[in-house]
């Protein structure tokens, strides 16, 4: 995701988990490795796939291909459009529409989801495939496969995959580093977020290290836009609203993007994902909103917390999930009900500090 401050931890929804212990670790390697030679794999990621999605799914694919898996696919819910700034990494041809994904692959495995909704049309894999391997980060994971590499300590899916191929004893290449560093700097906002710890950097290190240039996957990720997404940013942001009293005074900063803005500026939904990122800077605010309409009555809702409330326990109340300081939720109705409905849980929610 963009913009993901933090990752440990929930407030309100527990303590933060442990991750996989070394019988996760063990039963991941055994599925994988006891594949036969003609198996297929599925590979799922979340809807509107993410850096982190995108780049755990196609990094751990390669892997895979090097494992010498033939029959290897990977898919997200929803339309087969990857976004434009995803657009170069490498293992993009294992990519297929969710239509055509295996209805009965031996194994799935399914990448930064933290439950089965974020899967669409998907889940249903769930119950055809022969086995099922959940590795994600979010603390709200649900655990719906057979074998759970949840951590939530780990700043981005990516930082799981790694394990795991380390364990199967995959090499790290160029090709895999590549999406592996994607995943990583989307959900640490370039190592910026308190999710950014020596273990972070050593991992980046190591990617570097491949010899992938870190300048070039940078600005074409994060600073490369069409110039009609430059100027719906600047209608959008123009109509945000600061509510200093929302959040018990901690203040809510919310703006909303519909149907129409995309279509008058001639751009593809995913140009909002950064819009949150142009959001939560407000000072007068500890939490951000961004309401991205996706049908006549529908928002997708993207959350921020600097940190005095746990916003994962605001998506989760209203049917999303995620992370401490960054989550989301689909919400319904106009934007005014969404963004009162997010009032009332932010209003009820445990304030930290
Ligand atoms: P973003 O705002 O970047 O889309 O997402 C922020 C975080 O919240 C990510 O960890 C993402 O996976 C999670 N998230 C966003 N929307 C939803 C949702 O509708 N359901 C769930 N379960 N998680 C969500
Ligand atoms: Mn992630």
Known sequence: MSGTPGA????????????PDESDWAAAVAAVRRLPADAR?????HVNPDGDALGSMLGFGLGLRRLGVRHLQATFPGPPEVP????????????VPSTKAYPDPDLVVCFDAASESRLGELVDRLDTAGDALVL?????????????????AAAATS???DELLTRLDVPLDAEIAQCLYVALTTDTGSFRFEATTPAVHQFAARLLATGIRPGDISRQVFDTRPFGAVRLFGEVLGRARLEPAAAAGNGLVWTYATQDDLARHDQRPYVLEALIDSVRCTAEADVACVLKQVGPAEWAVSMRSKGAVDVSAVAVALGGGGHRFAAGFTGAGSAEDVVRSIRAELDGALIAR
């Open 84 to 95: 434009e700034p995803f657009r170069w990494l490498p293992g993009l041809d294992l990519l």
């Open 8 to 19: 440990a931890g929930d407030l309100l929804t527990g303590p933060a988990r442990t991750g």
């Open 136 to 152: 994600d980060h979010h603390a709200s994971n649900t655990r719906f496969g057979r074998v759970h590499l949840v951590d939530p």
């Open 41 to 45: 794999v599925l590979l799922i990621c």
């Open 159 to 161: 930082v799981v995959v």
